[in-house]
Nanobody, 128 residues
Framework: QVQLIESGGGLVQAGGSLRLSCAASGRTFSWYAMGWFRQAPGKEREFVAA????????HYVDSVKGRFTIVRDAAKNTVDLQMNSLKPEDTAVYYCAAGQIFSGARIEFTTSSMYEYWGQGTQVTVSS
């Protein structure tokens, strides 16, 4: 069993930065790939970023490449999403997720159904 709690959301002006953090409980955290997804009002939930269980590989949606960075700290059981150069279109509820993904296939990291555990979400609002 893995429980996930997100924090770090808030209101920021366009061009600003936020750092989201996801704290995981459960002794098997280190074996889970971690992902961040987001859902804007009236839109489908979409993949944002993911990191493999080992931390050796990362994946990003094209719209955030070069602006967002996902990192995990196995000792602290956390996975963070550093978001720079934020745009109004980044406004959404951001969700942390954990899944047992052991292949290197990007499609598995980007598919929400591959993740078993989800946090409650944290709101990110970027004003223009």
């Amino acid at each position: 069993q893995v429980q996930l709690i997100e924090s770090g959301g808030g209101l920021v002006q366009a061009g600003g930065s936020l750092r989201l953090s996801c704290a995981a409980s459960g002794r098997t955290f280190s074996w889970y790939a971690m992902g961040w997804f987001r859902q804007a009002p009236g839109k489908e939930r979409e993949f944002v970023a993911a990191i493999s269980w080992s931390g050796s590989s990362t994946h990003y949606v094209d719209s955030v490449k070069g602006r967002f960075t996902i990192v995990r700290d196995a000792a602290k059981n956390t996975v963070d999403l550093q978001m720079n150069s934020l745009k109004p279109e980044d406004t959404a509820v951001y969700y942390c997720a954990a899944g047992q993904i052991f292949s290197g296939a990007r499609i598995e990291f980007t598919t929400s159904s591959m993740y078993e555990y989800w946090g409650q979400g944290t709101q990110v609002t970027v004003s223009s």
